[in-house]
Structures are given as C-alpha cells and as structure tokens.
C-alpha cells in the first residue's frame, strides 16, 4: 500500500475510500493534489476539524499537495449534514470577517516553504458568485438524479425525521461536486478527503467529474472522532475548544489535552500529533500522566509554539503546587469601580465565566470544589470583600484542573 495511505490507516484517519487500490497505485507512482472544504460559519475552527487539518498535514509529509477550499460561495447556502435545521444564514461581512481568520488558523499549521506541497488556499465564492443558474442545470444539474440525492444520509435523516429540509440546502451537494470538479480542471485536483458525513457529496464530486469529462477522481473520508464517553470530539460542557487564542487561552487549550480520558489518550497522540505511529508504540506502555503531558504539548505546540506549550505546562505544575502569583496563570481584569464592593463566590465565579449555572456553582460549593487562594469555600453566602484586593489579584480554583488568576483593576 502507498505510503500515505498506510499511514492515513495506521493513524486511525481512514473510514471509507472510493477505490484505495486504485489510488495507491495512483500515489506510488507521482505526486498529486487533494483538497479538504471548510465552510466558515464562525469567526474559528475548533478541535472538530483538527483532524481534517492533519490530514492536509499528513499530504504535505509525503510530498503531496493539499488544496484548502474556504467555503465562502457553500457558507451562503449551508450544509445539511448531521444538522437538524437550516443553519443560521450571515451575511456579507460576518463571512468574510470568518473566512479570513479561518485562513490564518489554517496556515499556522501548514507548511509554506516547499514550492511542491505548498497549500493552494481557494475560495469558491470566486466561481460560484456569477454561476447562470439556466447554463448550471442545463451542464451539471442534467447529471444528478433526485432518486439518488433521497439516499443520501444528508437528506434522509431529516425526511425520515419529518423536519423540513429547504430547497437551498439541497443544492448544497450539487455544489460541492462542483467545486470537485472546478479544482480538477483548475488545478488537477483529483482527491477530496472529508469527514464520514460527506460521503455521499463526495461521491457525488466522483461521479460528476467521469460524467462530465471522463476523468478519474478519489474520495477519502476519515471517521467521526469521539470521546471515550462517547462525546463528540471539540465539544464540552463549559464550550467549543477554539484553535483561535482570542477564544481561548494557550493554558486553556493544553489543559483540554492534558485533561484526555486515559483511554483515549494512545488514540489521541497519533490522530493529532506528529509523532512517528513507531515512536508512539514504544512509549504506549508509560506512565499515563507523563503520555497525556507530551500529547498536551505536542498539541500545543502546533497551534500556539513550543514557548507557549511550555508556559502552559509550568503554569499547571505551578498551579497544582498551590503558587497563587504564578505570571503564567491565565487571568482576566475585573474594573472594581463597576462591582459592588463585596462579592459571593457565586458572583465570582460568574464573573469568572469558569461556570455559567448558578446550580453547578452550589454543588460544587457543597461539594468542596471552590477555592480562592487555595482555601475551600463550602458556604455559598460568604462575601469576599474586594477592599483585601487592591491592586492585587485572587486565585480561583474549580476542581483541581481549572484555575484562574483575578486581577481587580
């Protein structure tokens, strides 16, 4: 089997593939270019799409080039996978205000200094804004059927379910596959990897581009990644895990990791680290604690460099030693004069935006899961007085993982 594909199976990316044969023999005997879609729904991408980011990463390792496709054409219409409803419709500005700061997102973690794997970064807004709607159905509409589009799990999901499914979003995968076949005349693109989800818009991308020119096109879908728990990946209760540091801290980000069920922890360091699949083997058997550390920085330093990765690790071991003015602790300032002048420790706390639910707040109240200063709080009706703080900070703790320095200004 190719390199790449081995790989790309021995890593845990693979789920499903139009004919791997095919595009192994394909990729032993040239360099080719794949393409990954993101629509920008939102101003970041969270650790949702890390795993299609490492796939473009995976390419560049093996000589390929990756074709990043910012959905600012599709975002306007909006994909009806795994959804169940219209997604929210923006407009002109919040889209481009996404497209740009999920452009930049994506380039911290891909490689631009090789000329043959540099990423292609196209926006389909460019051919799908001036599309004539009579010339589009008469030259690719005629080759969709209606019977295969109800197949679809897009599609059937929400029929079988009775929820309404608007015309628009259904031409969504009719412009997916023609953005498949817009980067394969453009560009010579004939991969398009996507998540499990996107089976069936691939395979239409596939099919459109043989019809309509006879070429061979591939695709390649990796699996839906959860928890252990069997939580979806990126999601938790306190939010989404943002790649933007504006939406969460470098410490906040490593913490995630460094917060990985044990039984996911082996899974985790070869979906979303570079270590060598060989290298991650001979160490699988070590302390779990010391495993969940390298994969917090090894994540880290993807995203936000090894300084930051590093900082993040002594602010924890600072943190869990109980040092209250650690410079690395990530903080936030509170204006005194806009706070009332003694506060509880459920004001605090939702101040803090650590927790959001004033119930969660009592039971880990109750529960001696509160500290300032590294003193339990068990008594929700002590009021801390902010005239102790001047120019000073306190140090809030939730459980033993999240902690947070306050600095009242």
Known sequence: MNKFLKEFKDRGFYYQCTNDEELSNLMDNGKIKAYI???????SLHVGSLLQIMCLRLLQKHGHQPIVLIGG???RIGDPSGKDKTRKILDENEINKNINNIEKIL??????????TKPIFVNNYDWLKNLNYISFLREIGKHFTINKMLTFESVKLRLDREQSLSYMEFNYMILQAFDFLELNK???CI????GSDQWGNIVNGVDLIKRYSGSKAYGLTTPLITTASGAKMGKTESGAIWLDKKFLSAYDYWQFWRNTDDRDVIKFLNIFT???TKKINEIKDQNINDLKILLANKTTEMLHGIDEAQNAEQSAKEAFSGNINSANLPSIDLDKKKLNSKLTIIDIVLLSKLEKSKSEIRRLIK?????INNEVLNDENILIDLKNYEN?????SIGKKRHLKINFV
């Open 37 to 43: 879609g993101f629509d920008c729904t939102a101003e």
């Open 73 to 75: 054409g599709t975002t």
């Open 107 to 116: 380039r911290t973690f891909l490689n631009d200094e090789d000329e043959n």
């Open 186 to 188: 453009k560009n010579n």
């Open 191 to 194: 991969l398009q990897i996507g």
């Open 274 to 276: 570079d270590l060598e």
């Open 367 to 371: 529960s001696n899961g509160i500290k």
């Open 392 to 396: 000073s900070s306190l140090k809030l």
